[in-house]
């Protein structure tokens, strides 16, 4: 009998397939049946449509008794979501004829076809199973959840029994295939606990990360931490059964534009609160992976030391190592040397430790004593000690004692072995109990393409870069503290850098800094943006702009801190919010600042005298009459010919912005006129050159040439190719030519270009912000543009300021990621700044114009 006969005869309506699908539908529509009622409810009414199935199949295909239909994976856990995959394995014992169980097999998977699931089977023996187990680590972790369906009992119970024996007898070896297979993974697809997108299975700390554990467990010889673990993995399957109904297909990707649809389908307030709990459930699996690895690590290392211990005893039977609690436990004798790290603190078998004598509930300090000392040591704190510690630790007072400010110290000043003893201080509540502030922004997601972590994770991140910075300032305390406290406003409402101020003062004094010194840190906290800002969006030529910083800074030792501060911040942030152009441009602000402080007046801008190179295109200009440009290949520093900037640009034009190379600079020097800004911001656009930054400044005759009236425009871009190389530097001034005289229309070529390639779907990105910076300088009136990077936006803002009527004396141009934010330094045709009215009005229609 075929396949195809038994699938047109139906039992009834209610067992065929029509019937369960029904079910199915009415099941996954339930409101009131969610989370883990509704996994199960699926897997038995899965379970008895097969049941029914098998038997109707079986017994027309003639196979005998010794045949079961088993679920394996995390149908064989119960744990089907909506879209989940059928994982199942067809075992029969090998005395039937091959024919009569292929027919068998076909009875049971064309119906799960039909219905359009998605199936993942197979058919063996209970030895062709156990063979290739051996053979496939992850057919080996599916088995290990095998439950029985339909068919001979025994034979499925008798596989089981066979598989978790191999499984613990194999231990010493599947283990750290799984551990390497677990890390792959991770280097793969990034950590659950941190990304906007995150893979709620393959992620680390993710579903996949939950079930490695659970083969742990089955192997006997070490265990999770139990607490919150089951919570947090039912967490993860709440989260995707709700994708998956959201989204229709069987995806495990919380992708942005899902996010808000599965926050409402869970009861959640928003996307946002849905990010935070997904985050805290990966970190409870991340840090019980941590800890599980680190004690199979552990136990592997005591069984291999066995042998050699008992050859150097002479082989007798009765050592401190024998038997299986010395061997899980590691407190036989020869495991229990201790090294004494700090008062009432050791370390143990790879691990810190509390003393036998320390006494938690008599010493506060002792929590922040063990973490500074794990730190220090680069070694992590046990499981036991953490526990312990937060169990019976008493509460520090207010304000801490000296030692305890000294051991936050010494913990934030260790570098990258802080972040996994912060962790765990973390899982265990040890942190919000003594920076009640810090539950605001523990987990909270930053939906900003230039952050890589949540903002409690940026906050130990940029504690981290700044210990590397500690020598190159006076007050290391104080820099790490504000590193640790930077972004904490971040968890209220508002401007989070004054929101962080407020706190931080607040935190310092309960920490035990003097007053002097607390605020100085609030200071650190408001002003962490200050730098990078005024460095990449003002002028520094402008005196306004340096007198500005020195004023809200207020002594070098301060600037001193807060230069070290925004370097650190930055390197934390991401690839994107750094590189040696900031770096340098910070610097130069730092030293005309510094000179301010101790007593220098910052020089006019009009006695800011031209580089070499800035001279000599100026007086090629003005000899010329038009435009004159040259290409300086930044990362070796020295002018670069035509051809050789194409290969410049070529190795550079793909180069992150964080990369340490400057990237390839292209000078203009044309004789002052109207549109040259977005003349040579739209010839760059039509040539696919992406601008990262623009500077633009005025210069007058050059000496030694007479005769001549106006001034030259100095224009200084760093660019990078969208695709291959950079275009021949010829190419570029005879566009520009055509550009300056109109007879090139940029406008039309950038639009046929976007009607040719349309961009892909993607989020929509906010509208534009245009605003005017108050008292950004005493010379001109400052327009802030912020907007998403696109090709020619740097053209269309040139456009708009042109037809506002307007002379851009400067312009200062940065791309943060997907953001661009540019200041541009204008005047009204008098020279003078525009007054607030004029100001206003004029960024009102650069916005318009934005937006259309």
Known sequence: MTSVDVRTESESEDSGPSGYAAARLRLLQEEPRSGPPRRSALAELTDGWLAGLFQAAGGRAGVPRGAALVAVGGYGRGELSPRSDLDLLLLHDGS???????????????????????????????????????EDLK??????????????LGLTTGLRTAVLADWRNQAPKRLPELRELCEERAARQGELSYLLEPDLKEARGGLRDATALRAVAASWLADAPREGLADARRRLLDVRDALHLATGRATDRLALQEQDQVAAALGLLDADTLLR?????????????????????????????????????????????????????????????RSPLAEGVVEQDGEVVLARAARPERDPVLPLRAAAAAAQAGLPLSLHAVRRLAAAARPLPTPWPAEAREQLVTLLGAGRPTVEVWEALEAEGLITRMLPDWERVRCRPQRNAVHTWTVDRHLVETAVRAAELTRRV?????????????????????????????????????????????QVVACLVRHHL???????????????????????????????????????????????????????????????????????EPADPEDAAPTAEQERLAVEAFRTGGPVLSLWARAEGEPAEAAEAAEAAEALGSEPVGSELMGVELMVAV?????????????????????????????????????????????????????????????????????????????????????????????????????????????????????????????????????????????????????????????????????????????RGVEEALRR
């Open 277 to 337: 709990q997904v985050y805290e459930a990966a970190r409870v699996v991340s840090y019980a992976s941590d800890v599980t690895w680190r004690e199979v690590g552990r136990v592997l290392r005591a069984r291999a030391a066995r042998p050699r211990l008992r050859a150097l005893l002479g082989g007798g039977r009765g050592t401190a190592v024998g038997g299986r609690g010395a061997v899980a436990g590691g407190r036989g004798a020869a495991a229990a040397e």
């Open 139 to 152: 057919v080996h972790l599916g088995l290990l959840d095998a439950r029985h369906v339909a068919g001979d």
């Open 96 to 134: 039937a004829d091959a024919a009569e169980v292929a027919a068998l097999a076909d009875r049971l998977w064309y119906p799960v076809w039909d219905l359009g699931l998605a199936l993942d089977h197979s058919v063996r023996t209970p030895a062709e199973a156990r063979r290739t187990a051996g």
């Open 474 to 518: 006076g007050r290391p305390d104080l820099l790490l503290v504000a590193a640790l406290l930077h972004d904490i406003g971040k968890g209220w409402p508002g401007d989070h850098s004054v929101a962080g101020e407020i706190i931080a003062g607040d935190v310092a004094a309960r920490v035990g800094f003097d007053r002097a010194d607390g």
């Open 671 to 843: 004789p002052e006129q109207p549109g040259v800004l977005s003349a040579v911001a739209g010839v760059l656009a039509t040539h696919r050159l992406a601008v990262r930054t623009a500077e633009l400044r005025e210069a007058g005759p050059p000496a030694g040439i007479e005769g001549v009236e106006g001034s030259v425009l100095l224009l200084n871009w760093r660019v990078a190719a969208e695709y291959g190389s950079l275009p021949q530097a010829t190419r570029l001034r005879a566009d520009l030519v055509r550009a300056l005289d109109g007879s090139l229309d940029i406008t039309g070529r950038l639009a046929e270009r976007d009607a040719a390639y349309p961009r892909r779907r993607g989020t929509v990105a906010p509208p534009a912000r245009v605003t005017v910076a108050p008292a950004g300088s005493r010379l001109a009136t400052v327009i802030e543009v912020r907007a998403q990077d696109a090709p020619g936006l740097l053209h269309r803002i040139g456009r708009a300021l042109e037809a506002a009527g307007v002379m851009v004396r400067s312009a200062h141009v940065s791309t943060l990621g997907a953001n661009a934010v540019d200041a541009f330094y204008v005047t009204g045709t008098d020279g003078a700044p525009l007054s607030g009215e004029r100001a206003a009005e004029v960024a």
């Open 530 to 600: 200050l730098l990078v800002e005024t460095a990449t969006r003002r002028d520094l030529d402008d005196p306004a702009t340096v007198r500005g910083v020195a004023d809200a800074v207020g002594s070098v030792g301060t600037l001193e801190l807060l230069h070290a501060l925004t370097e650190a911040d930055a390197l934390a942030t991401g690839p994107a919010a750094w590189s040696a152009w900031r770096g340098a441009l910070v610097a130069d602000l730092v030293k005309r600042v510094g000179a301010v402080l101790v007593g220098d």
